[in-house]
Every structure is written in C-alpha cells, then in structure tokens.
C-alpha cells in the first residue's frame, strides 16, 4: 500500500460539482476534463505500483516547493534508487518532431520532457539540501494503451504503455531492505507537501445559480429518487442509502461555499427537496455537531 496515497486534488471535485450544477465557461470545461483526465491516469499507475511485492515507499501526488519553485511528483518510489514518474494519459496518435510531441490534429503537447526534467533538478536540489545521497532515474509514463507515438526517440527517458509491465517487473526484481533513511527521507516529503490553494482554475459561482439536487455518485445525474432508505439513480441504477447521500452532499456544499452555514433548511434545498426535513435533521444531528437554537440552529 502507498505510504502516502493519492488525494483527488480539491479543484477537481469543485470544478466536477459546477460542471454538473451550472454551465461552465469553455475554458473552466476544458480544465475540468483535462484535469480529471490527468487524474484518473495517476490512478491507474497506481494499480500497478500497489502490486509492487519489493521493500519500497510509495509515495503519490506530492507537491513540494524549493526555493520559491513549486513542483509536483505524481508518483516517487523510494528504493536505494528514487524512482520518480510523471504520468501523462494521452491517447491517440502524436508524432514525435525537433523535440516536440504533436497530435494528428497538429496541437502541440506540454513538453512532459521539459516538464520532468525540472521536476527531477529541484528534486535533486532538495535531496542535497537535507543531505540525502540516493540516485535518480525519472521517468515520463505514458499509462493509456490507447496512446501511440510516432518517430519515437529512443534514448528519452520514456515509459510506453507496452513497456510498463516490463520496467515493473525492474523494480520488483530488487531485493534490498528499506531502511530508516528511507523513512526518514518519505517522512521528510510528506511533511513538505503543501495544501494547493487557491485554486486560479476554478470560475466564479454563486449559490444562487447552481442547479440544486442529489447527484448520483457514479454518473453525475440528478435523475435520482428516493425509495425506501435509499436513493435510486434513474440514468444508471446506482443505489446509495440516503444517509450517505445526504452526507455527500453536504460534503460537497461545505467544500463549494465553506462560509455558508449548514441548516436543515439549507440542506434540504441543497438536495432539491426529495429528502423529508426530518429525515435530514436526523442525519445531521448524528453527524455533526449543532449550535445555535431556534431558527438560528446550524450544524459544524
Ligand atoms: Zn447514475
């Protein structure tokens, strides 16, 4: 198991929210595809890692800062080498051209050569800082077998998807221990991994404009009803208690607008109304703490 395991950045589960609630602007659509893309390209790198039988810190989604530069590792192995790859989750076919990497349709990729080697300077930078004398090899992963590239070069450091298994079965081959340098360097990471804030990506919204309702959990539609203790989607069939919808929720309210207070009335709107007020109030009061009386009665 990771010993740090990958968070779902918050922009994403916002930018997902307003992209079911409201329309987004193209841009903020175009970020919120990219990133979840991104994202659910990291995971899938995951199950590969997870299956590692070799002594190894995993550490996933870390994001570090050295001398006013901040950079991202989406996925560090600590072994007495550090292994540190940059996932990429294109698809389709590019061509590789005077160092650029290029689509069928002529747009140009963010150099992930670039990208990484920055990564892989400062990450060196701060292993010297604290002392640290363990090797590097950095690695660009393309996980999506669905991704080809053409006049590929042959001496970048590149992972493509038909390789995996194989650069996988390189890092299970060591037989080393870890050690408590190792943990002293994984604990040294994750105690420097910063909370991203703000999010510059994310458009303006207002309550009052966001479409209320319960989304289903699997496929983000409202046609959800309520059956008995459970909530039904009608596009997918998937079926949640309600507790546990409500509850995401509110999640989900609270991380949209942190400020607003949470009242029975509130999250009853919130849900588009399918929930009866008492049903929510019990919900609340076993899950969170109340304040307050009357009608200035809320939930922390
Ligand atoms: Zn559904």
């Known amino acids: 198991m990771a010993y740090k395991p990958r968070e779902e950045r918050k922009e994403i589960t916002i930018l997902r929210s307003l992209h079911a609630r409201m329309e987004l602007p193209e841009e903020g659509k175009w970020n919120y ?21 070799s002594e190894c810190f995993i550490l996933n989604g870390l994001l570090l800062e050295l001398n006013n530069s901040k950079f991202q590792i989406d996925t560090l192995v600590i072994q007495d080498t550090l292994y540190l790859f940059d996932v990429k989750n294109h698809e389709g076919d590019y061509y590789y051209e005077k160092g650029d990497f290029i689509s069928k349709s002529k747009k140009l990729m963010n150099n992930p050569l670039d990208q990484l080697k920055r990564c892989e300077t400062l990450l060196r930078q701060l292993l010297q800082k604290y002392g640290f004398k363990l090797p590097v090899e950095a690695w660009v992963v393309f996980i999506n077998p669905e991704f ?20 996988m079965k390189k890092i299970n081959m060591w037989t080393g221990k870890i050690n408590g340098k190792h943990k002293k360097l994984a604990d040294l990471l994750i105690s420097m991994h910063l909370v991203e804030s703000p999010y510059p990506r994310i458009p303006t919204y207002e309550y009052e404009v966001l479409r209320k309702g319960i989304i289903c959990s699997s496929c983000q539609s409202f046609l959800v009803s309520v059956t008995g203790r459970k909530v039904v989607c009608g596009d997918c069939g998937c ?21 607003r207070k949470i009242t029975t009335k509130v999250v009853q709107e919130w849900c588009g109304g399918i929930v009866t007020k008492d049903i929510i109030r019990r919900i609340l009061n076993q899950n969170y703490k109340a304040n307050g009386f009357g009608r200035w009665y809320y939930y922390e």
Request: hydrophobic share 35%.
């Open 33 to 53: 595809l990219k990133l979840n893309k991104g994202f659910e390209g990291e995971v899938m790198f995951d199950l590969l890692t997870e299956k590692l039988q």
């Open 148 to 167: 080809t590239l053409y006049q590929a070069p042959k001496h970048e450091p590149i992972i493509y998807p038909t390789q995996l298994n194989t650069f």
């Open 239 to 259: 079926e949640e208690s309600i507790d546990t919808s409500v509850l995401r929720s509110v999640k989900e309210l609270r991380l949209l607008f942190p400020d």
